[in-house]
């Protein structure tokens, strides 16, 4: 199988709640990168793959709440992979950071940052 991703992701596991709608569940990270997350849910098949759903969590020893839009890419067992969509600035910014602590080579770091600075301008 070929490796499609274009970001590095860090394994990063907090709780998080995932809304949709009037619909609510609960699950937890379990790795993250700037453009998508692996969320372990019991429950997601409440959840519909054709709408957008929200994701909220706080970063560990922290105050600091993330919150993104993102569209389910698939799903397997009780994981979820999430496309983000969506990021208000704040939250950008906390995740960005979030990502340059984990991970081990700058130079990918940076080529990824500006791939998400150019998709922005698509």
């Known amino acids: 199988m070929l490796e499609r991703r274009q970001f590095s992701r860090v394994i990063y596991q907090v709780p998080t709640e995932i809304s949709q709608g009037r619909v609510n569940v609960s699950g937890s990270v379990q790795d993250l990168s700037l453009h998508g997350l692996l969320i372990q849910c019991d429950k997601w098949q409440q959840l519909s793959h054709d709408a957008p759903v929200q994701v909220s969590f706080k970063l560990t020893n922290s105050?600091?709440?993330?919150?993104?839009e993102a569209t389910i890419v698939s799903t397997i067992n009780t994981s979820m992979r999430l496309r983000i969509e969506h990021l208000d600035i704040d939250s950008i910014s906390h995740l960005k950071r979030l990502v340059e602590l984990n991970v081990v080579d700058d130079e990918l770091l940076y080529r990824e940052i500006e791939h998400l600075t150019d998709l922005g301008k698509e």
Do not use: E, T
């Open 63 to 68: 105050d600091i709440n993330i919150q993104l």
